[in-house]
Every structure is written in C-alpha cells, then in structure tokens.
C-alpha cells in the first residue's frame, strides 16, 4: 500500500535523478556515503514517522500542551517519537562527525526529515529548533560554549528554542528591550560546582562572556516542556549602552539549567514560564510567553537570567539570521510536506469515492464512478500536485546548494552558491506557504462536506499549514526582504546568479526543441520581462514606491522560480517513460499553462509603479 505522507518514488526522483546527489559522495565531507546510506536514511525516516508520528498527530491536536502554574504536560507519545528520533541519529544528521553528528548532505536529511513534517508537524517542530540551534552555536560560539550544550542537543538530552520576539515589539526586532547587563558578582561564563570553584571564579574576576538578562519573549516554540533534561534558549538582548535599533543586539545562549563543567546540571536559571498561546494550527507545538529575570529563580544568588555571549557584542541579530535563514527553508518544507500529504489522501480519497457518473452517460441507473474520472476533481489534484511536487523540489534544491556550499572547491564557487542561496531563501520559505496551503484548501473541496469534518485529516492539515506563511516572516517581510535587499544586494550579483542558472536551463530546453522548447520561449519572455520589471522599480528613487507591492513581486517571482524548477524536472525525464514521468511532464505542463500566466497582471501593476495602496488614507477604512 503506498504511502499517504510522501511519494518514495519523487523523493528518489528528486534526489538521484534529478538533483544528482549522488555524487556529493565524491566530496570528501560526504565520502563515508554511498546511495545505499541515503536510502537508509530514507528508508528509516519514512518507518519512524510512520510508527511514531503519524500515529499521534491527531490526538496532538487534540490534546494540546497544558501548563498548570508549575509545569507543562503533553501527550506522552510525543516523547516517545522524540526518544526514537534522537536514538536513529537523526538530531545530528548533517553535523560534522566530532560533535556527533553523521555529516548527511542536507539535501538527504531534508527529504528525511519531510516525512516526519508530513506525520506530524506539531511534534517534528521540537527537533526542527533543536537542530537549528545547534547549528547556530557550532558556527558561532565559543568552544566551551559549544561542547557544553551541542552534544546533549545531538545526543536528544537537550531541546533548543529561538527567543527573538516580544510582545511589544513583534517582527520588529528593532524595538525589543531585553536587557542583558555584565556580571558583576565575579562569575564566569560556566557553572562550576563547589567552593574551590567558587573561590576560582572571585579569584578570576568578573567575565565578559556571562550576562544577567531581563525581559519578556513571546511566542517561543518549545519553550518549556519536560521532554528532555534541558532547554537551551538562544536569546536577542541589548546590552545597556550599546547603539540603538538592530546594530546594538547581541545573542546569548540562556539555559533552563545551568550546566557544571562536568556536563551536570547546576541550579535552575531564572526563566519562568508566564503561560500558554493557544493556536489553530500546530497545537502540539507548546508555544510560550517566557520571563527572563523576574525573580523566581536567583541563580548563583542574584537576580536575572544567567546568558552566555555568543561570539561579539552587538553582533547578535547577524548570528540569529544563520538559525533564522534556516528556519525559513524549515518552514518551507513543512509546508510542502503538509501540501504534499493533503494531495496524497485527497487522491486516494478522489480513486475511492464513488459519487455521480460522467457527462452524457445515458444509463441513469449505470454504477457511478469513482470522483477522480470528474474533470473538476482532476484539476484541483492536478493543481494539488503541480503545487505539492513544486514546493518540495524547491526546498530539496535549495538543501543541495547548501551541500555545494559547504563543500566549495574554491572561495568563488562558495560565493556563488552563497548569493544564489541568499535570494532563492525568501522564495523557499514563502512560496510553500502559500501555495501548499491552497492545495490544502482544494484537498477539503475535494472531499467534499467530509473534507472540513475532524474524521478526515485535510482540515487539520489545513490549520496547520495555515501557520507557516506567518511563522519566520510574514509573506509581506519577506517580500521586502526580497525586493528591498536581495536582489539589489552586491549590485545585484544574486539576481545575476539566478538568472544564469535560469537562462542554462532555458538553453538546454531550446536546445531540445519540442514542447520542452515551447515551454522555454515562454518562461524566457516572463524572465526577461520580469528582470526588466525589477529594474524599473527603483529607477524613480522613491523608495516607498518601489516597495509599496513588494508582496505582489515576491509571489510573481516565486512563480517564476517554480516554472524554471519544473522545466529543469521536464528535462530530467527526457527520454523516459512510465506513468510516473508521464506524470511528471503533465505537471508541468499544467504549471505553464495555468499558473505561470498569473504572474503578466502582476508584472503589469508593478510596471506601472502603482500606488493604491500607498495613497491610502487612514481614515478611509
């Protein structure tokens, strides 16, 4: 019986046929790998997330967190999946082997990691910032810092969180006033137990790298639970006297417990759990309001969060960005491996479903048939699949440019994959979240008065996915992280990048001829308009103009990037046949004919620099 989670088969399509990642054994930080590994890992993450996910996503999203004053209680299956999570190895799939990692390509441990998104979000996003965390302070921190807290991640002992936002402050980074003020009790950076330590810390004075911090974070995933033995929060603070806004944010790694230099666990730190959000998706995510420093707890007798600076003062916002950028192609995934499974049991449902006969059957009393053989039913699973399939390529393409990246011959070819990672992550993070999630919506139409009922899963998958074009950066940040500093940053080397590799496959395809040709000619009149578009936007030098529908450009772009990734699939299944890339090439098809056409009213409104919305007035709503 296939899988309604994922397809294995486009999971190796994907991988081998199309991405080649193969040959990143040839690499010498992957040369420990073979394709027999890869489809072991695939194989033991679809038997995981089939045993231990799946099996709990619904009563995780009906049994959600609850924190009773002192502590928070979940389901006990999410532990359980976790445990089996962290005991394959998974938490340091792709870390370098002297952490404990196994040192995957991304690539691999991305299409692993989707079928746990798709079993079950709620649970999967525990890892999710557990791996990201650890990969921000194996880049960033200091050594100490780094064997202190990292294996216990690996190891599935330690859980980490991302503390960024505030309720006053939202994505407004700018304006958080978490403080995090320097010791000035003569304590060091870690916690040591006993007196002779303590007489060794006085006796070393104060040290720069140990900070007291104050503040609410809000909206912070995982940020309390009992799952492992502790939590590792990274933090954005200011440290009074730094510059204002973004320039004077620093990071520090702030612990639910201390940790002794033994690798024990010291006193409790002074986070105290304010309460529970209550959300419509993701409910088996516990989502927190935390305090930093209101005294219930007074490590090392004094008032305030114990916090650990990572790398430079004031460098904290640049350092977040490594987990944030992350997150994003996380959050990317999750979306397409929602959209993904919602296709799957809407198609199983449409092949199933009896219900009406074709148009001018002459028999009324003939046996009706099956949903699927209804030309409505097979557009929506048609734009389903183009938007599911389309997605996770994206993601997987965006992994193996982090495999090249890492394993860059030469400073060049880093930058290369550098830039081309820099703009295509906005479009990796938002165009699943959009899209995806309306293949969710048209997995409910086609089921029909079962499809928004609890006993089918595609409205859960809905109010899950409907999360991710929020979580990491509103559609609209992203749009102007894209308009506004992407594709203009190093005079516009990203773009350039991009459109080098759009333009091969372009050539390749013409060089084909045939309907991959066809195909071609029009995405290259699309490009080349929407590079000249681009262009147009800031020739004004009204900056508020430029921006002013930098949303409508970002899902026009994102378009475009999903056109040129289906044309390079097409390309792939040149010269092979079978339902599955007779399949493959239709999707295509489809995507060219009905969606990329979207984008000419788009790139017409953002030609003629409107200002609608601009010229809005407040008291006109």
């Known amino acids: 019986m296939r899988s309604t989670l994922l397809s294995r088969r486009d999971l190796e399509f994907l991988l081998y046929e199309w991405l080649d990642v193969e040959s990143l054994t040839r690499r010498a930080r992957y040369a420990e790998h073979s394709r027999e590994t890869f489809d072991a890992v695939l194989d033991l993450s679809e038997q995981l997330a089939t045993k231990y996910f799946a099996t709990h996503n619904k009563l995780n999203d009906t049994h959600e967190p609850t924190f009773d004053g002192d502590t928070v209680t979940l389901i006990p299956e999410v532990g359980q999946a976790l445990a089996a999570f962290a005991e394959a190895g998974m938490v340091g799939a792709t870390m370098d082997a002297e952490l404990g990692g196994a040192q995957l390509p991304a690539a691999i441990a991305q299409a692993g990691f989707a079928w746990f998104h798709a079993a079950n979000p709620g649970t999967s996003a525990y890892p999710l910032l557990t791996i990201g965390n650890a990969n921000l302070l194996a880049a960033h921190a200091d050594p100490r810092l780094?064997?202190?807290?990292?294996?216990?991640?690996?190891?599935?002992?330690?859980?980490?969180?991302?503390?960024?936002?505030?309720?006053?402050?939202?994505?407004?980074?700018?304006?958080?006033?978490?403080?995090?003020?320097?010791?000035?009790?003569?304590?060091?950076?870690?916690?040591?137990?006993?007196?002779?330590?303590?007489?060794?810390?006085?006796?070393?004075?104060?040290?720069?790298?140990?900070?007291?911090?104050?503040?609410?974070?809000?909206?912070?995933?995982?940020?309390?639970?009992?799952?492992?033995?502790?939590?590792?929060?990274?933090?954005?603070?200011?440290?009074?006297?730094?510059?204002?806004?973004?320039?004077?944010?620093?990071?520090?790694?702030?612990?639910?417990?201390?940790?002794?230099?033994?690798?024990?666990?010291?006193?409790?730190?002074?986070?105290?759990?304010?309460?529970?959000?209550?959300?419509?998706?993701?409910?088996?995510?516990?989502?927190?309001?935390?305090?930093?420093?209101?005294?219930?707890?007074?490590?090392?007798?004094?008032?305030?969060?114990?916090?650990?600076?990572?790398?430079?003062?004031?460098?904290?916002?640049?350092?977040?960005?490594?987990?944030?950028?992350?997150?994003?192609?996380?959050?990317?995934?999750?979306?397409?491996?929602?959209?993904?499974?919602?296709?799957?049991?809407?198609?199983?449902?449409?092949?199933?479903?009896?219900?009406?006969?074709?148009?001018?059957?002459?028999?009324?009393?003939?046996?009706?048939?099956?949903?699927?053989?209804?030309?409505?039913?097979?557009?929506?699973?048609?734009?389903?699949?183009?938007?599911a399939e389309g997605g996770l390529a994206l993601v997987l393409y965006c992994a193996r440019l982090i495999d090249e990246q890492h394993t860059a011959e030469s400073e060049e070819e880093r930058r290369a994959r550098t830039l081309l990672l820099d703009i295509l992550t906005p479009i990796a993070k938002s165009w699943p979240s959009q899209w995806c999630l309306t293949a969710n919506d048209l997995a409910i139409q086609v089921l029909g008065g079962y499809g928004y009922t609890r006993e089918y899963n595609v409205e859960q998958h809905y109010r899950d996915n409907r999360l991710n074009p929020i979580h990491e950066g509103t559609h609209g940040i992203q749009g102007l992280d894209l308009l506004g500093r992407k594709v203009t940053q190093h005079g516009g080397a990203s773009l350039h990048e991009l459109d080098g590799r759009v333009r091969a496959t372009l050539a390749a395809a013409q060089e084909l001829g045939g309907e991959p040709a066809e195909l071609a000619d029009r995405l290259e009149n699309s490009w080349t308009r929407l590079i000249a578009v681009t262009g147009s936007l800031f020739a004004t030098g009204d900056i508020e103009v430029a921006l002013a529908n930098s949303s409508v450009y970002l899902e026009a772009f994102g378009h475009h990037v999903v056109a040129w990734i289906w044309l390079d699939q097409m390309l792939a299944t040149h010269g092979r046949t079978g339902d599955f890339y007779d399949g493959k090439r239709h999707a295509a098809r489809y995507f060219f004919r009905h969606e990329l056409p979207r984008t000419g009213p788009q790139l017409d409104l953002l030609a003629g620099l409107d200002t609608t919305t601009v010229d809005m007035a407040e008291n006109w709503f």
């Open 146 to 387: 780094v064997q202190r807290f990292v294996p216990p991640m690996i190891e599935g002992r330690f859980f980490g969180t991302m503390c960024l936002s505030e309720p006053q402050a939202g994505s407004s980074l700018a304006d958080i006033v978490t403080r995090a003020e320097p010791c000035d009790d003569g304590t060091v950076g870690v916690s040591e137990p006993g007196p002779e330590a303590v007489a060794k810390r006085h006796h070393a004075g104060p040290s720069p790298d140990q900070y007291r911090l104050f503040g609410t974070k809000m909206w912070i995933s995982g940020g309390d639970h009992e799952l492992g033995e502790n939590i590792v929060h990274l933090v954005l603070a200011k440290i009074p006297g730094g510059p204002a806004g973004t320039k004077g944010i620093s990071l520090f790694v702030v612990p639910r417990f201390l940790v002794h230099e033994d690798g024990s666990l010291g006193e409790r730190n002074d986070v105290a759990l304010a309460g529970l959000n209550h959300k419509m998706g993701f409910r088996g995510t516990v989502n927190t309001v935390l305090n930093l420093g209101e005294g219930r707890w007074t490590p090392q007798g004094a008032a305030g969060a114990i916090g650990y600076l990572v790398g430079e003062p004031h460098q904290g916002l640049k350092y977040m960005f490594h987990m944030m950028n992350e997150a994003r192609s996380g959050v990317g995934l999750v979306a397409a491996a929602l959209g993904y499974t919602g296709y799957l049991e809407s198609l199983d449902y449409a092949r199933t479903r009896p219900q009406g006969r074709t148009k001018g059957a002459a028999d009324p009393a003939a046996p009706q048939r099956p949903i699927i053989e209804h030309t409505d039913v097979k557009r929506m699973l048609l734009a389903q699949k183009t938007y």
